[in-house]
């Protein structure tokens, strides 16, 4: 999801600079952040100095980067399951393999890894 958010970062802002060696981690942790807060009901209360701890940056500088690509995604994060599949079929590669998920069947997902 992460990942996702990124990518839908540089759709809406197509003359942004981007990511470089500088600024790379920061993007990438704060784009994390705000993917666990949307795809878990109740964050642990703990994740956010967890996350600033161990990815180099103070508690206070994450909230400023969250808030600040919140702003430019515009806090339209909704994403339809149709859509991130499709995402996942093109951009997502476990070792070489192509790695679906089928979102109308999800508990055939967990079933099958599962039994592998």
């Known amino acids: 999801m992460a990942l996702y958010l990124l990518q839908l970062l540089q759709r809406r802002h197509p003359r942004w600079p981007g990511v470089d060696l500088l600024n790379c981690h920061r993007l990438y942790l704060t784009a994390l952040l705000v993917s666990v807060k949307l795809l878990q009901d109740v964050p642990h209360r703990d994740l956010l100095r967890a996350m600033s701890a161990k990815g180099g940056v103070t508690s206070a500088e994450l909230v400023r ?52």
């Open 65 to 116: 980067l969250e808030l600040a690509l919140l702003f430019l995604l515009r806090f339209d994060l909704f994403v339809s399951r149709e859509t991130f599949a499709q995402f996942c079929l093109a951009n997502c590669r476990v070792s070489g393999e192509l790695h679906a998920f089928d979102y109308r069947q999800p508990e055939r997902n967990i079933s099958e890894q599962q039994s592998s």
